[in-house]
């Protein structure tokens, strides 16, 4: 079965037969492993905070389909394995960073507004409450 596990150097696969700790092939699939699992936890945190800004009622749909291209780029750092190169990978990976870093930025953006348009509303609803009791303490001043 093909996954991450690959390239990893704690599962018991084929590559511990030939390659032994400091080697580089080793080496070179520790790389390769780490950039995969950063650009996999760059992306659930930009969707999770993309999540909780959608869940609020705030618009993040362009950030969301921004994410998809990260999700893209980790593919192509999947098939950028085959070339054994951990440059290569990491070439695929950055594009994948900037866009969860870009969509994360967007996240906090919209999680900002929607608590500045709660206090805004707060602040109205006090004012109008305020104004209601005025009123309604004229309109008795005004029975008496």
Known sequence: MRSDAMVSTTEKLICTNCHSDGDPGLKTAAEIKSQF?????????SKDI???????????????????????????ARVAVHSFRAAKVAQEVEPGKAVTEKT?????????????????????????????LGLKLWISEIER
């Open 50 to 76: 993309l999540d909780r800004a959608a869940e609020s009622g705030m618009e993040v749909g362009q950030a969301q389909l921004d994410l998809i291209q990260a999700t893209d780029a980790l593919t192509q």
């Open 37 to 45: 699992d950063d650009l996999e936890t760059r992306i659930a945190r």
């Open 104 to 132: 994360y930025q967007a996240g906090v953006r919209a999680l900002h507004e929607r608590n500045y348009r709660r206090v805004g509303l707060s602040i109205s609803l006090l004012v109008v409450g305020a104004t209601l």
